[in-house]
């Protein structure tokens, strides 16, 4: 019999993770939020209640960083013993730590971020990549074993630190600018560059992104404000420059 699968939060990340992960195990999935009539229609899943999914083999809370710590303290009753906690969040310092201080030490825990989602993720996931943490228990190899086997996705092993640290600027900075591009983008532009086209489709990735999503990548990583303070910092010293050369050629016409 195939091991149990509960997903907790059936979201847009959560539902997309049915369409590759349901073939390999029985999946149960809750959500107090939202009608799973439809998902049960398409998906080979069960809809359940919050004790019957987190009671399975493997459960991934697919909730914003921002509820993580609410969906865990609710799961705790029911997880088993020998129980694996699969953390999907787009930042990992705060829910490696939530999940070390909560969980009791029969339940084991691996970190994960799927560097990707279903706008990049629309034409399958093979080759696409998914940061790994270690957490309690040494299962992180299996875990990266059927990654890379069955989904066929590229596995990076990492800490949570490194990976907020490198995501703070990955995703923290190129969120904010496509976010900026989506409230400056001038309508019906036919004089396009290369440079252009493909600072669109950065732009197109992330243009549906949750709110949730974007504040959580912008506010839930420590390291993100000062990636901000540099960014902001090396734009401000470009205007300066621009407008020092500016005025040198304004100096050297009036003379």
Not at 14 to 41: A, Q, S, W
Not at 67 to 75: C, D, G, L, N, Y
Request: net charge neutral; glycine share 6%.
């Amino acid at each position: 019999m195939p091991k149990t699968l509960g997903v907790i939060g059936c979201g847009a990340f959560g539902e997309f993770m049915l369409r590759h992960l349901t073939p390999y195990f029985r999946t149960f999935v809750y959500d107090p939020f939202r009608d799973l009539t439809p998902i049960t229609e398409i998906y080979d899943v069960e809809a359940v209640d919050l004790a019957r999914a987190a009671a399975a083999d493997i459960v991934v809370p697919a909730v914003p960083v921002q509820k993580f710590e609410r969906a865990i303290r609710a799961m705790l009753p029911h997880l088993r013993p020998g129980a694996l906690v699969v953390d999907v969040c787009s930042v990992k310092l705060k829910p490696y730590r939530i999940l070390e201080r909560l969980l009791p030490h029969s339940i084991d825990f691996v970190c994960t971020h799927p560097l990707f989602g279903p706008q990049s993720g629309r034409d399958g996931i093979a080759g696409l990549k998914i940061a790994l943490c270690p957490g309690r228990g040494g299962r992180e190899e299996c875990i990266a074993r059927f990654l890379e086997e069955r989904l066929r996705l590229r596995v990076i092993r990492t800490t949570p630190e490194r990976h907020d640290r490198e995501l703070a600027y990955v995703q923290g900075l190129t969120h904010l600018i496509a976010k900026i591009m989506v409230e400056i983008e001038p309508k019906d532009v036919l004089q396009t560059t290369r440079t252009w086209e493909l600072l669109m489709q950065s732009v197109e990735l992330v243009r549906y992104d949750s709110d949730e999503l974007f504040l959580a990548i912008e506010s839930e990583n420590p390291f993100v404000a000062e990636a901000k303070e540099r960014f902001f910092a090396a734009a401000r010293a470009l205007e300066e420059r621009l407008a020092a050369a500016a005025e040198a050629r304004r100096d050297n016409g009036a003379g």
